[in-house]
Every structure is written in C-alpha cells, then in structure tokens.
C-alpha cells in the first residue's frame, strides 16, 4: 500500500464530509482532496466534483482519470447501493481500497430485520421484537397488543433517517403499522416493518472503525434528533450532538466493547462479511446497561461533526491503517476536551422549506469550526440548498463552554428562515452531576 502522498476522493456532501474535508486536509500523507459532489464549505479543503455520489461509473472513470489512491464514502445510500463491490468488480478499479463497507456489511443499516437478526445470533443485548410485511399485517397488529406503550415500529430500508415512528397509544400504532405495510407510507422501505419493545434509557452513539477484524472505539456522541426544544416535534437528519457524554462513564463503556463491539465484529468475521469501515452503533443506557437501538454502516450525522474534532490522530493514517488491515499498529489519541455542534436549518424543516437563501455573516465567526452541510456556492455568495444548512462546532474546557462558542456564533450567521435548537446539550447539563462516573 505505502503510496504517500495520496490522493484522496470523499463521497457526499453534508456535514459529516464537511468534517472528515477538514480532518483529511491536515494530513501530511495528503497530496490531493476530491469532494464528490461536496458542498461550498468542502471547497475550502479540497475540489468539489460535480458528479452524483450514486453514478458509480461516473465515479470510477474519475477514479481513474485523476490516479485517485483512496476512496472515502460518507453517505450510506452508495453503501447499501453496493459502491464498494462495484470497485471490486471492476478490473482497473479492484486494487483501489474503498473505505466502507460492501453490499453485505452495509446490510447491517440496510436491513433492520437483517440487523436484528444479526444481533440475535451474536447474543447482542437489543430490545425484543418481531418483522412483518403486508401479508402479515394482522399478525402484526396482535403483536402490538402483546406489548406496553409506547411502540416502536422502524422501516426495514432505508427512509433518510425518518423511518421510525414511536406511536404512545395501541390504536396510532395499529394505523401506523397499517399506514407503513399497506400503504407504504415509506415507499419500499417500509415493505417490511420491524416493531419492538421499547427501551426506556438515554439515548447515545458509539462509533467503531474497524479494518476487519481489529478496530479503534472512536469518541462517544449524542445527538438531539427532534426539531423542537425538549426534543419536542417530529424527528429530524438531527439538530445537534455533544462528545463526550458525560453519562458514559468509562464502566458503562467498557461493558459496550465487552458486550455489543467485540461480538459485532467477531460476528462479522463469522459470518464471511469483511467489513472495512465505520459502524455507528446507537445505543441505549437503561439503567447503567447498554441495548442495541440500531447499527448504521457509516459515521452519524451531526454527531461526526462533534466526534472528528476530537480525534487528535492523523485519521488519513487511520484509513490507510482499514485499507491495509494494520489498524491494530496505528496509534489513536483523543483530545480531552468537549465539543458541541449545533445544527442551523432551514425555514420549515423538516417540512417543506426553501433552498437558495443567501448565508450572510460566515466570515464573523472565529470561535467555532462551520462545517457545511446544505448549502452551495453561488458565485461568491453561499447559499442555503438543503434542510440542515450548517452544523457550528466548537471546542470547549467544559461541555457549557463549548455550546456557549456554538450558541454565540450561531447568532453571528444570517439567512431567512434560521433556526437552530438553543438546548442542545442542555439535559446533560442539568444531569451532569447524577450521572457523572
């Protein structure tokens, strides 16, 4: 492998690749940065290409063109698409390394039923549930009445973060579950409809980067995914997240490598799927024991945007370290610091909103990172281009130090229609005392 300097293309466009721009920018193994299709804060780090994440031709012939070394996919849809084997496939295209999974790893977020499945087999703690498709509906609807309220039924694919619905009486539940199986309230995604017991616990993110077979546990996040204040109103890509958290004590999180990391990957490893990337593991904390709410195949957004800022080591070393199945010798230090991102959005979201707002005041803000998520470049001005606009990320001593940067600088950007949650973090704080350590 040892080509450096590299050339490095990233897949996507949010926040989360706004981060990962960022952190690649400053890697002494990086020649070149490709953003595919990137957004206008990505530009500042690297070159954005227009091409769409999910032309995977078009992506390989850039590849190709532009000698690229490394490819870094952000999003989940090319994963679950299968960008990973396509290289494979591909004669000119297999030696490049693909940092995520293949088709069979990314299942894991493509397919509730397939995790929950998975979990089943590897003694994984998650919370009791059953799978049922149109034919099934009446089935399901008995299920339901076998369980206390409130209800959790979760789309089987993928619904941009929108496909769980937590219904508090037996009756929404029963026309929820209706609406999904019969309706398809979710398109295909909600042909199959996992319904399970719900955990009552504080809700949290780890996240694993693994070569295969070793891995590193990267910074513990939690993320705030309702659009209003006291996580009220519908849920969200996500309006903010905090890191460290001060609940996950290092008990608490050693039960989490001992019970659901170790068996993942050695899961994994069993079942034949070589698995090179990130797992985003959500996470449940009901009383000090840790459950499995759900696996992703990629890093979380906004929650990355909290975490990368606190890895201290070279993450382009870090990636070579997957790429070649040597994670285990790289060395992974942490900042010790906290980091708050809170999330700008759009007018209306995440209902109907409008694109192309112009974004006044960036150049104000010098306390906090601003890592981009909707937005494009306009000739010289940015403009708004999708619900979550801007996550602002800042460092702090304490966790109230770092929302105050965030908070403070989220008042300095300007665009019609901005909104941002002003309680972010805020329940940490008041519980910090109680369930520190």
Known sequence: MGTSPYRILLIGSGGRESAFAWKISQSPKLETLYILPGNAGTQAFGTNVAISEMDFEAIGEFVLEHSIHMVIVGPEAPLVKGIHDYFLEQEQLKAIPVIGPKKDGAALEGSKD????????????????????????????????????????????????????????????????????????????????????????????????????????????????????????????????????????????????????????????????????????????????????????????????????????????????????????????????????????????PGEYEKGKVIEGLENVKDSMLFHSGTRPDGKRTVTNGGRVIAVTSYGKTMQEALQKSFSSAEMIKYEGKYYRKDIGTDLLTNQDKNHG
């Not at 369980?147 to 979760?154: D, E, I, M, N, S």
């Not at 399970?196 to 990267?218: A, C």
């Not at 993450?315 to 285990?328: H, N, P, Q, R, T």
């Not at 010798?329 to 959005?345: G, N, Q």
């Open 114 to 349: 397939f995790s929950k499945q998975f979990m089943q087999r590897h003694n994984i703690p998650t919370a009791w549930y059953q799978t049922f498709s149109k034919e099934t509906l009446a089935e399901g609807l008995r299920f339901l009445e076998t369980l206390k309220p409130p209800y959790v039924l979760k789309a089987d694919g993928l619904a941009a973060g929108k496909g769980v619905v937590i219904p508090a009486t037996l009756s929404e539940a029963k026309s929820e579950l209706t609406e999904m199986l019969a309706h398809a309230k979710f398109g295909d995604a909600s042909a199959k409809v996992v319904i399970e017991e719900f955990l009552k616990g504080i809700e949290l993110s780890v996240f694993v980067l693994t070569d295969g077979t070793s891995y590193k546990i990267l910074p513990a996040a939690k993320d705030y995914k309702r659009i209003g204040e006291r996580d009220t109103g519908p849920n969200t890509g996500g309006m903010g997240a905090v890191s460290p958290v001060p609940f996950a004590s290092p008990e608490f999180l050693q039960k989490v490598e001992e019970r659901i990391v170790k068996p993942t990957i050695n899961g994994l490893v069993q079942e034949g799927i070589n698995y090179k990337g990130f797992i985003f593991i959500g996470l449940m904390n009901v009383a000090g024991e840790p459950f499995v709410i759900e696996y992703n195949c990629r890093m979380g957004d906004p929650e990355t945007e909290a975490v990368i800022p606190r890895i201290k080591s070279d993450l382009l070393d870090l990636f070579e370290g997957v790429a070649s199945g040597s994670l285990s010798s790289r060395t992974f230090e942490v900042d010790e610091r906290f980091v708050s991102a809170v999330m700008l959005v759009a007018g209306g979201y």
